[in-house]
């Protein structure tokens, strides 16, 4: 599969670069036209190199019908001259290709993050380049597989986060809960949340019993007193103070 890109880097110091001002000086805005259009050609097509056959020569006197076929030549024999295009390579191979194309090349998919290669007949980066980015790549990659990674909890059998906030139930414990269920109409398991709510209403049920009681004591005190005050009143013979140490 070829490395079709959809754009190259333009430097902004283009207009100031030696090798351009050369070309600009000998052949005007026609000589940077038909280079830069080769160079879109080349990221367009296969990313780092052009065949240079008659289709590529039709596409040109398509595109540019103002250059004569002898105009064009001349401007390829200037780019060659000035190393914009590789000379050796295209005698070789008829291939346009260049030591900053494949650079930029190379940059441009190591930003994407893409697998890429260079042909050995063709390559004109140095190992050192060429492999260093390579051994770049593959370091950006395992960084992004590290990030990837990061933050993954490690799945164990017994997750604390699965039995976090649960209550630690005894066999006693648990006859407790089915006999609440029983209570609460409940025919299935208790839940540690249910049990919690049973305990709490538990509470409140056994705190209002209390207090029935305490109340309907109380009232049964007065009453009895009532009467036994009746009685000892009639009796008047029955000593007051033992009245009250009976009543108490």
Not at 32 to 58: A, H, M, P, R, V
Request: glycine residues 4%; charged residues 30%.
């Amino acid at each position: 599969m070829k490395p079709s890109l959809s754009y190259f880097p333009h430097s902004t110091n283009t207009f100031f670069e030696r090798r351009i001002r050369k070309l600009l000086l000998k052949h005007q805005a026609n000589g940077y036209l038909l280079y830069n259009y080769l160079k879109t050609e080349i990221f367009k097509l296969n990313g780092y190199y052009l065949d240079y056959d008659e289709l590529l020569y039709d596409d040109i006197s398509d595109w540019f019908k103002f250059l004569s076929k002898e105009s064009v030549g001349e401007i390829l024999n200037t780019l060659f001259e000035i190393g914009l295009f590789d000379k050796q390579i295209f005698v070789n191979q008829n291939i346009l290709t260049s030591v900053s194309i494949q650079e930029d090349f190379v940059d441009i998919m190591k930003g994407m993050r893409r697998q890429y290669y260079i042909q050995p007949e063709i390559r004109l980066l140095g190992n050192d380049y060429y492999e260093s980015s390579l051994r770049v790549k593959d370091k950006d990659e395992n960084i992004m597989k590290s990030s990837e990674d990061f933050g993954k909890l490690p799945q164990t059998k017994n997750n604390s986060s699965e039995n976090f906030g649960r209550i630690t139930q005894t066999s006693e414990d648990f006859q407790k809960m089915e006999n609440a269920s029983e209570d609460f109409g409940c025919n299935s398991e208790v839940s540690s949340k249910n049990h919690t709510n049973y305990l709490e209403r538990k509470g409140r049920k056994e705190e209002n019993e209390k207090k029935k009681l305490k109340i309907n004591k109380l009232s049964f005190s007065l009453e009895e007193k009532q009467k036994l005050l009746e009685i000892f009143l009639i009796e008047k013979n029955f000593p007051f103070d033992e009245f009250e140490k009976f009543i108490n």
